[in-house]
């Protein structure tokens, strides 16, 4: 079966410190990877989504970036953290050609 | 763009009362709808989807969404609720004629069950 981790569960930064945020899938290849954030009373923002090793593409101009350098390793990252960085990011995973996805645990990121 | 339109933030119902949590997409020609639950703290599971067929869909935990084309909703309801179901539901959907992959999500409805 597939199982989706990420980590760290929680975090808490400065202002202006780097960021890197890790998600792996297990149990399948190739699959198409997300992340998203959560802001309270905001839903989930779709941030950027992978098809395929090194294939990013960003949904929302800001000051994160991602990376995919293996084919189940997704990084979320950042040089600079703001205040309005803060949130609950979730990576998921999905089959190359389904629409169904499949969420990680989720880390919580606090920027004070 | 699609989007999606979660008419209620929040949702107080008594345990053992029916519930109805509403969702109204933007319109398009084909769309998949997905209904997940989400749990403090924890990530989104999926509860049930409509992909093409029937346009009732049931969950394992009691849970029924329809597909109203004409009306552009996919409400999710529960005859009788129980305390456990307390959660936040996220509606989604994917605008399968764009052929895309990424899911548009409400804002979510918080479900409360009052013992």
Redesign the interface.
């Given at each position: 079966s597939q199982t989706i981790h990420?980590w760290p569960a929680t975090l808490v930064q400065p202002v202006g410190s780097p960021l890197s945020l890790e998600c792996t899938v297990e149990g399948t290849s190739n699959p198409?990877l997300?992340w998203y954030r959560q802001a309270a009373?905001?839903?989930?923002q779709?941030l950027f989504?992978s098809v395929g090793i090194g294939q990013i593409s960003s949904?929302v101009p800001q000051n994160l970036s991602a990376s995919r350098p293996q084919d189940r390793q997704f990084i979320l990252s950042s040089k600079k953290l703001l205040l309005s960085d803060s949130g609950f990011y979730?990576c998921?995973w999905?089959h190359r050609d389904?629409?169904?996805?499949?969420?990680?645990?989720?880390t919580?990121l606090t920027v004070t | 763009a699609q989007s999606v339109t979660q008419l209620d933030s929040q949702v107080p119902v008594f345990e053992e009362a029916p519930v109805e949590l509403r969702c109204n997409y933007s319109s398009s020609v084909s769309v998949y709808l997905f209904w997940y639950v989400q749990y403090p703290n924890q990530g989104l599971q999926l509860l049930l989807k409509y992909l093409s067929g029937s346009t009732l869909v049931e969950s394992i935990n009691g849970f029924e969404a329809e597909f109203n084309k004409s009306q552009t909703s996919f409400h999710l309801r529960k005859p009788s609720v129980h305390i456990s179901d307390t959660a936040e539901y996220f509606c989604a959907v994917i605008d399968s004629g764009a052929g895309s992959y990424q899911l548009t999500f409400g804002k979510g409805t918080k479900l409360s069950v009052i013992p």
């Amino acid at each position: 079966s597939q199982t989706i981790h990420q980590w760290p569960a929680t975090l808490v930064q400065p202002v202006g410190s780097p960021l890197s945020l890790e998600c792996t899938v297990e149990g399948t290849s190739n699959p198409n990877l997300y992340w998203y954030r959560q802001a309270a009373g905001r839903g989930l923002q779709l941030l950027f989504y992978s098809v395929g090793i090194g294939q990013i593409s960003s949904e929302v101009p800001q000051n994160l970036s991602a990376s995919r350098p293996q084919d189940r390793q997704f990084i979320l990252s950042s040089k600079k953290l703001l205040l309005s960085d803060s949130g609950f990011y979730l990576c998921a995973w999905s089959h190359r050609d389904s629409y169904e996805q499949y969420f990680g645990p989720g880390t919580r990121l606090t920027v004070t | 763009a699609q989007s999606v339109t979660q008419l209620d933030s929040q949702v107080p119902v008594f345990e053992e009362a029916p519930v109805e949590l509403r969702c109204n997409y933007s319109s398009s020609v084909s769309v998949y709808l997905f209904w997940y639950v989400q749990y403090p703290n924890q990530g989104l599971q999926l509860l049930l989807k409509y992909l093409s067929g029937s346009t009732l869909v049931e969950s394992i935990n009691g849970f029924e969404a329809e597909f109203n084309k004409s009306q552009t909703s996919f409400h999710l309801r529960k005859p009788s609720v129980h305390i456990s179901d307390t959660a936040e539901y996220f509606c989604a959907v994917i605008d399968s004629g764009a052929g895309s992959y990424q899911l548009t999500f409400g804002k979510g409805t918080k479900l409360s069950v009052i013992p």
